[in-house]
């Protein structure tokens, strides 16, 4: 309904502007070179005050952003170890890049206004400025040689994965629509697997080779836990399209792309209780569950169901286009300190267990 | 170079104006560049309109997530029951409005119209080095276009696998209904538009190394043919590597062969593919797609630097150093297709590699930006609707552009790949700035297109409101990009987590709307302008190309006499010494005077 209503809006001021052009044509008609096609005095004077309103409304615009949508969840909070100097570096260049805009919009909107055209004024004729041209060669030279130099000294910390600190290896298997963890169990090691050995009748759905010693001890899980503060290797394997797991609380990403296993590796730094109880994420839930309880109003009003109040969880997304239901394929994330992981994962059936 | 302007000469006397013309030789099946260039931008409006409502569409089911909607009703039919839109069409309408944007609309659109428009004006030839073959191109085109409509009406529907069309997905019909034969037709669609886009470029190559007139010197070109050459040379290069890649899927779906499967478990069974792998389809996709967006954006940056110079009345500023920049961008493209595959689980060493060259190609797009910032710094500005377009390419390029630095960086790419972010980046550096370029270049040689001007005040109109919500559109969409939501979600209300979005989506949709609906004053404007605009005149710009020489009514062979010869190059605007603030490339220069050192 809101939907119709708004395109009924959008035609009003389409019929607006319609009106308003006419307007504009008969107030001009008067004058003989008005109607040309061809920029009047008067036009320049006009469009170079409204590139003036422009930049102003780019500014606005930015603030506003800033303001309202502006709790950057991607910039603060990061849960895991690499995650604050991805986030310092996101800051970094974000404060270049903000610096930068303004500079730019400005001269470009300022200069648009400034340089109006008049009837007998000439443009000066400048071709060409070595020196000028070279600063602005080499001053992007030398701020890109900052940010790459950083860039790549983060990227190569995050990517390339310490094997000496006893990671603990994690699989996370992907599928349309959802996702499947497995822990190497007590020897660390993950037994071998194929999709050719799936097989349901006997619940193996993850196609683990029943013959490799390794594989017993394995542990099939539909909720990842994680000890705080304990590096994590994910080894991560699709059983049929493209996928990608995305735990944007962890800064982390990679896709599950069937027929081989891609590797990415944190250290979470917070347990889920913790993270519920820092003031932003308190704040950010009263907002939420704010939203829900009216959107349940409506529903109710409706005769649907109202939604369950939310709860913070760290989750894994889908981030790679994967079919139909790719909107709705996720798992929770709980890191908790090391005993009640311990105590957790005890109760869970090792793979031998959970065959039929 | 001499000798080829004569040769060209002489054989063109033979055949310029005798030909009898039929309205099928005229109109239809027509050889002369000028009328290729108006079917092009024709066909290229009219999938714009598609592709641009399949946008408002998805954007109304993301702000108002499975409401009911007679427009939906009205257009999807089966597709969306009850008037809620389905999950697998939602999917549909990305792919396709990522198709027709793309290729249809930047590439065909904005690269066949002007190429074919200005590079044999611009240059001093009658036409394009083979005209059948640029009649060819256009009607491969024309059947392209039809094969993906006539995919829209399928049964299972169309192709639904992202525009990048990444396999297993789309290569398994299991997979969703739109890789059935939605993918079929897509491919063979591509297949042919690729054979145009060939075609074309070989054409716009060989016009422009052969058939310049006397004293057209490479150095002094219009910025524009430079644009256009340099864009044909990048489609060269890279289009092919796409057509293998459609080939060896459409092998990997139809003939069993396993390039990009392997080891696929789907609805129960075990298919027999092994060995491939999707990370090398999408090795092969990016090396065309990434040189793809500068093949979109280039030309538009030759209109625009054009349309700056002449509506400033003031030279280019650094004319060197902006093909320079040209050259410097079209290499560094080839090299940096990788930052589309930091997270695909290629080797991370691959990863700072292609961070390295990506961040390098900053350094030419700051030099071509300040450029512009300089060019109209101290001029007479001309506030005619090109002009505005111009400013606007300027300002959403440097917007768009800047936010490259992040997802051009591995680190940063990891949190940011696949969200609204990159969604946001890409809309306003290549799509948004490419489409301001079009529409510049529209407004600037309507008058050399059709004869007639377009109202400017319905130009202006079209610009600030076009102006206000692309703004309003995409900048706030970097946010919600921040905030982790990933593109291509039906809906996000399956995550109670982004509830807090929901506001800022309907901000979004309600500005495309908007931006949508302003978009029929710009398309009366351009038809209704057809018939009944004012008369042009031959040079109402004031320019000092070599099309302006040209009649207002179109002639085969575009000169009644002889073809101009060249004594300066594009830029002299306000020149001292001269009375006119501009004196066109044909105008020996004075007793005395210098030409300007480029």
């Known amino acids: ?356 | 170079m001499s000798t080829h302007a004569v040769d060209i000469h002489a054989h063109d006397d033979g055949h310029g104006h005798h030909q009898k013309e039929t309205f099928i030789t005229k109109y239809i099946f027509s050889q002369d560049h000028k009328m290729i260039a108006k079917q092009y931008l024709i066909t290229g409006t009219l999938m714009g309109i598609i592709g641009v409502m399949m946008s408002l569409m998805f954007r109304i089911q993301i702000a108002w997530p499975e409401e009911p909607n007679i427009l939906f009703e009205a257009l999807l039919g089966k597709w969306a029951p009850g008037g809620v839109m389905d999950a697998d069409m939602y999917l549909a309408l990305v792919t396709i409005h990522g198709t027709i944007m793309v290729f249809f609309v930047l590439t065909a659109g904005l690269s066949g119209t002007f190429s074919n428009l200005l590079i044999p004006y611009q240059i001093g030839a009658r036409d394009m080095a083979s005209g059948f073959i640029n009649m060819l191109s256009y009607w491969i085109f024309f059947v392209s276009c039809i094969i993906m409509m006539g995919s829209l009406f399928l049964e299972a529907g169309p192709a639904a696998a992202g525009w990048t069309i990444y396999p297993p997905l789309s290569a398994l019909p299991m997979a969703q209904p739109g890789s059935g034969w939605g993918m079929t037709l897509w491919l063979i669609s591509m297949a042919l538009f690729i054979a145009q886009s060939l075609l074309g470029s070989l054409n716009y190559i060989v016009t422009v190394i052969n058939m310049r007139t006397k004293g057209m010197s490479m150095t002094r070109l219009p910025l524009t043919v430079w644009a256009f050459f340099v864009t044909a040379i990048i489609g060269v290069v890279s289009f092919p590597v796409l057509l293998s890649a459609a080939l060896l899927l459409i092998m990997d779906r139809s003939f069993g062969t396993s390039f990009f499967l392997s080891d696929i478990f789907i609805q129960g069974e075990v298919l027999h593919y092994q060995g491939g792998s999707p990370v090398l389809f999408e090795h092969l996709f990016w090396f065309l797609g990434h040189p793809e967006v500068y093949i979109v954006i280039l030309p538009a940056m030759g209109l625009v630097s054009e349309i700056l110079a002449t509506n400033s009345r003031k030279p280019i500023f650094g004319y060197r150093a902006m093909v320079a920049s040209i050259l410097a961008i079209a290499f560094l493209s080839t090299i940096v297709w990788g930052h589309h595959m930091f997270v695909s689980g290629m080797n991370p060493f691959l990863g700072s590699v292609f961070t390295f060259t990506t961040l390098l190609i900053a350094i030419p797009s700051a030099v071509k930006a300040f450029n512009w910032i300089t060019t109209i710094w101290k001029g007479n500005i001309q506030m005619n609707p090109a002009m505005l377009f111009a400013i606007g390419f300027v300002s959403t390029f440097i917007t768009g552009g800047l936010t490259g630095i992040i997802v051009g960086d591995s680190a940063l790419d990891i949190n940011v790949h696949d969200t609204y972010f990159v969604i946001a980046h890409f809309h306003l550096v290549m799509g948004i700035s490419a489409i301001y370029g079009m529409f510049a270049g529209i407004y600037h040689w309507y008058p050399k297109m059709f004869g007639r001007m377009m109202n400017k005040n319905l130009g202006y109109i079209h610009f600030w409101i076009t102006a206000i919500s692309a703004y309003g559109v995409f900048f706030p969409m970097h946010f919600i990009g921040m905030a982790g939501l990933p593109r291509r979600y039906y809906t996000n209300s399956a995550f109670p987590l982004f509830d807090d979005l929901t506001d800022v989506n309907i901000v979004i949709t309600v500005f495309a709307l908007i931006g949508g609906a302003i978009q029929l004053v710009y398309l009366y404007n351009f038809f209704v302008s057809i018939f009944y605009g004012k008369k042009a005149t031959q040079n109402p710009w004031r320019s000092t190309t070599l099309e302006w020489t040209t009649p207002v009514e179109h002639i085969h062979g575009n000169w009644p006499g002889e073809i101009p010869h060249v004594y300066r190059w594009s830029y002299d605007y306000s020149k001292p010494g001269h009375d006119d603030d501009f004196v066109p490339q044909n105008v020996p220069l004075k007793e005395g005077e210098e030409e300007m050192q480029h």
């Open chain 1, 1 to 356: 309904m809101t939907a119709l209503f708004i395109i009924i809006i959008v035609l009003f001021a389409a019929v607006a502007i319609w009106q308003m052009v006419k307007i504009f044509d008969l107030a001009q008609v008067s004058t003989d070179t008005s109607n040309n096609g061809i920029a009047t005095d008067y036009d320049n004077k006009i469009n170079g005050y409204l590139m003036l309103a422009f930049l102003a409304f780019i500014y606005i615009i930015t603030i506003i952003s800033f303001v309202y949508w502006g709790d950057l969840p991607l910039m603060s909070n990061a849960a895991s170890e690499h995650g604050s100097e991805v986030d310092n570096l996101m800051m970094i260049s974000m404060i270049v890049i903000f610096t930068v805009q303004i500079i730019t919009q400005f001269l470009l909107h300022y200069f648009a206004f400034k340089y109006r055209g008049e009837k007998g004024k000439k443009a000066l004729y400048f071709a060409d400025h070595n020196t000028l041209e070279a600063v602005w060669t080499i001053i992007p030279v030398i701020v890109l040689a900052g940010l790459i130099i950083y860039g790549l000294f983060t990227w190569n910390s995050i990517m390339n994965i310490d094997e000496d600190a006893d990671p603990m290896v994690v699989e996370l298997y992907a599928q349309q629509f959802g996702w499947t963890a497995r822990y190497a169990g007590q020897d660390n090691v993950l037994g071998l697997a194929n999709v050719r050995l799936i097989d349901i009748d006997r619940a193996n759905v993850l196609g683990i080779d029943e013959a490799d010693p390794n594989a017993e001890d394995d542990i099939i899980v539909k909720e990842l836990h994680l000890p705080v503060g304990k590096p994590v290797l994910f080894e991560i394997r699709s059983q049929d399209v493209l996928h990608s797991a995305y735990m944007p609380h962890f800064r982390a990403q990679m896709n599950c792309v069937p027929g081989m296993i891609t590797k990415f590796g944190f250290t979470p730094t917070i347990t889920t209780k913790e993270m519920r109880e820092t003031p932003e994420m308190i704040d950010k839930v009263q907002n939420i569950n704010n939203i829900r309880a009216d959107k349940s109003k409506e529903l109710m009003a409706k005769g649907e169901e109202e939604l369950d109040p939310y709860e913070f969880h760290f989750l894994l997304l889908c981030n790679k286009i994967c079919g139909k239901s790719h909107y709705n394929m996720q798992m929770n994330i709980i890191v908790e300190t090391q005993e009640e992981y311990d105590a957790w994962i005890a109760e869970q059936k090792t793979f031998k267990e959970s065959l039929k």
